[in-house]
């Protein structure tokens, strides 16, 4: 399950959505959440879906690997949905021991658990096409009017893109240091839920110690590279907006659109 999770993963490729400005497609990924919560019925889903399936045909990631994304947060998706259909309250359709089921909690647990599903996956597909750097740079530009009022917008796109950066890093370290256990007689998949979760607490001291030698190590190559701050950086590609993302910019504006109509107005 550790290494089923893709947030904060680059897959390389030259297709048209990874050739897109990394602006173009942290606002569309913002865009395609509000869609989500705007959203009042299955109709605007399956056009959400449609949508997202386009996206990740034209990004040529394959459906499976982002797939994978789904495992390590399953068991959220299950407590969401089983939340929504037993603490709903309407018309009974059938009861089980104390658990009484209705049509509206059956409705909201099919409604919550979806609404996850694609959220999932579109945020997915922006980690997935953005290099860190990009994503660093396109996260700056875009907080660059809080400097205002005095907002560091560098070092804030910094701290989130090392953030989802070190992400793959720090679950391969827990994996090892799994693997390392179990080779010494730790059991990890035995017992109920709370004893698979006890099992899991020896871990934690030899990853809070791996996890402050990679910031360390991070902290002395940037030392290395004089970093003081991004204030006044150049960069190597300067970020232009080109034809395919105003073009890309007008179609993220008539998919909200659509999502409003369908969903406000129909």
Same mark, same amino acid.
């Not at 409604?111 to 700056?140: A, N, Q, W, Y």
């Not at 001291?205 to 991004?230: H, K, N, T, W």
């Given at each position: *399950?550790?290494?089923?999770?893709?947030?904060?993963?680059?897959?390389?490729?030259?297709?048209?959505?990874?050739?897109?400005?990394?602006?173009?497609?942290?606002?569309?990924?913002?865009?395609?959440?509000?869609?989500?919560?705007?959203?009042?019925?299955?109709?605007?889903?399956?056009?959400?879906?449609?949508?997202?399936?386009? !996206?990740?045909?034209?990004?040529?990631?394959?459906?499976?690997?982002?797939?994978?994304?789904?495992?390590?947060?399953?068991?959220?998706?299950?407590?969401?949905?089983?939340?929504?259909?037993?603490?709903?309250?309407?018309?009974?359709?059938?009861?089980?021991?104390?658990?009484?089921?209705?049509?509206?909690?059956?409705?909201?647990?099919?409604?919550?658990?979806?609404?996850?599903?694609?959220?999932?996956?579109?945020?997915?597909?922006?980690?997935?096409?953005?290099?860190?750097?990009?994503?660093?740079?396109?996260?700056?530009?875009?907080?660059?009017?809080?400097?205002?009022?005095? !907002?560091?917008?560098?070092?804030?796109?910094?701290?989130?893109?090392?953030?989802?950066?070190?992400?793959?890093?720090?679950?391969?370290?827990?994996?090892?240091?799994?693997?390392?256990? *179990?080779?010494?007689?730790?059991?990890?998949?035995?017992?109920?839920?709370?004893?698979?979760?006890?099992?899991?607490?020896?871990?934690? !001291?030899?990853?809070?110690?791996?996890?402050?030698?990679?910031?360390?190590?991070?902290?002395?190559?940037?030392?290395?590279?004089?970093?003081?701050?991004?204030?006044?950086?150049?960069?190597?590609?300067?970020?232009?907006?080109?034809?395919?993302?105003?073009?890309?910019?007008?179609?993220?504006?008539?998919?909200?659109?659509?999502?409003?109509?369908?969903?406000?107005?129909?």
């Amino acid at each position: *399950m550790i290494r089923d999770i893709t947030l904060g993963q680059y897959y390389p490729g030259h297709s048209l959505i990874h050739r897109l400005d990394p602006r173009v497609k942290i606002v569309g990924t913002f865009i395609y959440i509000v869609a989500l919560f705007v959203v009042s019925d299955f109709i605007g889903f399956a056009i959400s879906a449609l949508a997202l399936a386009m !996206v990740i045909g034209i990004s040529k990631v394959p459906f499976s690997f982002i797939a994978k994304g789904l495992k390590p947060v399953f068991l959220i998706i299950t407590f969401t949905f089983f939340i929504n259909m037993f603490m709903t309250g309407g018309h009974t359709l059938f009861k089980i021991g104390f658990l009484t089921i209705t049509e509206e909690g059956l409705y909201n647990a099919c409604f919550m658990g979806i609404r996850l599903v694609l959220l999932i996956f579109g945020s997915s597909v922006l980690t997935l096409t953005t290099k860190p750097i990009s994503l660093t740079d396109g996260i700056e530009y875009i907080l660059n009017p809080l400097k205002k009022i005095g !907002v560091p917008a560098h070092e804030l796109a910094m701290m989130m893109t090392i953030a989802l950066r070190f992400i793959p890093t720090l679950l391969e370290e827990t994996d090892k240091i799994m693997k390392a256990q *179990m080779a010494r007689g730790a059991d990890f998949e035995s017992g109920n839920l709370i004893n698979r979760a006890k099992s899991l607490i020896p871990l934690l !001291v030899p990853l809070f110690i791996s996890a402050f030698r990679i910031a360390q190590d991070l902290a002395m190559a940037m030392e290395a590279r004089c970093y003081r701050g991004g204030e006044h950086r150049t960069r190597l590609h300067e970020m232009k907006l080109t034809g395919r993302d105003y073009g890309t910019s007008v179609i993220l504006v008539l998919f909200l659109a659509l999502i409003i109509f369908e969903s406000r107005i129909m």
